[in-house]
């Protein structure tokens, strides 16, 4: 099984290699720093399909159910994890194109998806005991490291996108942009509202009292940051916090608290009264379903914010289209050589000549740290045996995302009270 996986696995991750990306850049115009991180979201797309595929029995013929279940998905997502954790020590302290270990990173896809594949092979041949431990002692640590990641990035994506329509209101005079803010702003919240009493009819009956203090806890610390948001000295020192930011923020901790409350395990002499979908297995399509869009949107969003950090910004030059080039040719600035780089339309060129626009260490380890929580994510937070039978959810997963879904509104907090704190320093 391990052998048919990795050669699918190869075989589809080709479709990703030097000629697509290529074809990318011609009709896109993208710039080859791009081309690359789309090949790798497109190779983590696979890596989510594969998982998915085997973690549904029915979807994979297997003698003794030895090659799908949980820990198939483990399997996968080791050798996604592995094959980044390689790419990112290799890959450490690049700091342009001119750097060998440069064309590992933007090129050599055909190797790459080889080493993919075999790494793949590789971990169907491990015991199942070693996938076992490294799930438990790795992957859910690795997971939470993620998911604390998606928090510090969710809190800068909701004052982006803040800022940026504001922005546009005023520049524009446009009050289209406004109602957008303000549509967003009424979505979340009574998104978040219906979430809240969804959890309340369904977990936090009587007997339930865990469940009760995680939503109504979860519930007041989402009114405490709205109403800190629109504070007079909140607005006094930080102008750009509002409303908006709070109810992106609070609905994403409203989300935790739900997918924590329904990996709760089986109460004593396995009562289900505080978690009634337990079996019914309803809520692990709906769980993936918005786990992935959230590991989606954050991985997109990592590689174009908090991983695409420009190491030498200051000595970076303006990439130059075909037009441009022979422009600069004519009036002697570039030689004829430079015509010849970019023949049959392939412009733009090498946008990290003089410096990468982002880390590449770093690019890995986020996408190695979101392989791990995909096993999670796809496993539902499960435990298994030897023999790959279910023994269960773990509480453990529970308490994970419920402190994250605290931790996300206190790092929102934080960024509302340390222009008071701190006046001092510049917080733009």
Same mark, same amino acid.
């Given at each position: 099984?391990?052998?048919?996986?990795?050669?699918?696995?190869?075989?589809?991750?080709?479709?990703?290699?030097?000629?697509?990306?290529?074809?990318?850049?011609?009709?896109?115009?993208?710039?080859?720093?791009?081309?690359?991180?789309?090949?790798?979201?497109?190779?983590?797309?696979?890596?989510?399909?594969?998982?998915?595929?085997?973690?549904?029995?029915?979807?994979?013929?297997?003698?003794?159910?030895?090659?799908?279940?949980?820990?198939?998905?483990?399997?996968?997502?080791?050798?996604?994890?592995?094959?980044?954790?390689?790419?990112?020590?290799?890959?450490?302290?690049?700091?342009?194109?001119?750097?060998?270990?440069?064309?590992?990173? *933007?090129? +050599?896809?055909?190797?790459?998806? %080889? =080493?993919?594949? /075999?790494?793949?092979? @590789? $971990?169907?041949?491990? !015991?199942?005991?070693?996938?076992?431990?490294?799930?438990?002692?790795?992957?859910?640590?690795?997971?939470?490291?993620?998911?604390?990641?998606?928090?510090?990035?969710?809190?800068?994506?909701?004052?982006?996108?803040?800022?940026?329509?504001?922005?546009?209101?005023?520049?524009?005079?446009?009050?289209?942009?406004?109602?957008?803010?303000?549509?967003?702003?009424?979505?979340?919240?009574?998104?978040?509202?219906?979430?809240?009493?969804?959890?309340?009819?369904?977990?936090?009956?009587?007997?339930?009292?865990? *469940?009760? +203090?995680?939503?109504?806890?979860? %519930? =007041?610390?989402? /009114?405490?940051?709205? @109403? $800190?948001?629109?504070? !007079?000295?909140?607005?006094?020192?930080?102008?750009?916090?509002?409303?908006?930011?709070?109810?992106?923020?609070?609905?994403?901790?409203?989300?935790?608290?739900?997918?924590?409350?329904?990996?709760?395990?089986?109460?004593?002499?396995?009562?289900?009264?505080?978690?009634?979908?337990?079996?019914?297995?309803?809520?692990?399509?709906?769980?993936?379903?918005?786990?992935?869009?959230?590991?989606?949107?954050?991985?997109?969003?990592?590689?174009?914010?908090?991983?695409?950090?420009?190491?030498?910004?200051?000595?970076?030059?303006?990439?130059?289209?075909?037009?441009? =080039?022979?422009?600069?040719?004519?009036?002697? $600035?570039?030689?004829?050589?430079?015509?010849?780089?970019?023949?049959?339309?392939?412009?733009?060129?090498?946008?990290?000549?003089?410096?990468?626009?982002?880390?590449?260490?770093?690019?890995?380890?986020?996408?190695?740290?979101?392989?791990?929580?995909?096993?999670?994510?796809?496993?539902?937070?499960?435990?298994?045996?030897?023999?790959?039978?279910?023994?269960?959810?773990?509480?453990?997963?529970?308490?994970?995302?419920?402190?994250?879904?605290?931790?996300?509104?206190?790092?929102?907090?934080?960024?509302?009270?340390?222009?008071?704190?701190?006046?001092?320093?510049?917080?733009?």
């Amino acid at each position: 099984m391990g052998g048919i996986l990795s050669s699918i696995a190869t075989q589809a991750a080709c479709c990703f290699g030097n000629a697509a990306l290529s074809c990318f850049c011609k009709m896109c115009g993208t710039k080859s720093s791009t081309a690359s991180r789309v090949g790798y979201a497109l190779l983590f797309l696979l890596t989510s399909i594969l998982s998915y595929t085997v973690m549904n029995k029915s979807l994979i013929p297997c003698p003794e159910g030895k090659c799908h279940g949980i820990l198939g998905v483990y399997r996968v997502c080791f050798a996604s994890s592995l094959f980044h954790l390689i790419l990112s020590l290799g890959l450490y302290n690049v700091t342009s194109s001119k750097d060998m270990r440069a064309g590992v990173q *933007n090129g +050599f896809w055909g190797p790459k998806m %080889l =080493v993919y594949g /075999l790494l793949m092979y @590789i $971990a169907y041949l491990i !015991p199942n005991q070693f996938f076992i431990g490294f799930a438990q002692y790795v992957d859910m640590p690795g997971a939470a490291i993620f998911i604390f990641i998606q928090m510090i990035l969710l809190i800068d994506f909701a004052y982006i996108v803040s800022d940026t329509l504001l922005v546009w209101w005023e520049d524009n005079e446009d009050r289209r942009y406004l109602a957008i803010l303000a549509f967003l702003t009424i979505a979340c919240f009574v998104t978040t509202i219906v979430l809240t009493g969804f959890l309340y009819a369904w977990f936090a009956g009587s007997g339930c009292q865990l *469940n009760q +203090f995680f939503i109504s806890f979860n %519930l =007041v610390l989402c /009114l405490i940051v709205s @109403i $800190a948001a629109i504070s !007079p000295p909140v607005q006094e020192a930080n102008p750009k916090s509002g409303l908006a930011q709070a109810a992106m923020v609070a609905i994403y901790a409203t989300y935790l608290v739900a997918s924590a409350i329904t990996s709760e395990p089986a109460g004593p002499n396995g009562d289900m009264h505080c978690n009634p979908l337990i079996e019914t297995g309803k809520t692990q399509t709906t769980s993936i379903v918005m786990g992935s869009v959230f590991t989606f949107l954050a991985l997109a969003y990592s590689t174009s914010s908090a991983a695409v950090q420009s190491i030498s910004t200051d000595e970076s030059v303006p990439l130059l289209t075909g037009q441009r =080039v022979q422009e600069a040719v004519n009036t002697g $600035a570039l030689s004829s050589s430079a015509l010849e780089e970019g023949q049959d339309g392939q412009y733009p060129q090498d946008d990290e000549h003089d410096g990468v626009v982002y880390s590449y260490s770093f690019f890995h380890f986020v996408f190695m740290i979101g392989s791990m929580y995909l096993a999670m994510l796809v496993t539902n937070w499960d435990t298994v045996n030897e023999t790959n039978t279910t023994v269960g959810k773990s509480m453990a997963a529970a308490w994970v995302k419920i402190i994250s879904g605290w931790l996300v509104l206190m790092l929102y907090v934080w960024t509302l009270v340390a222009p008071i704190v701190l006046p001092d320093r510049s917080w733009d």
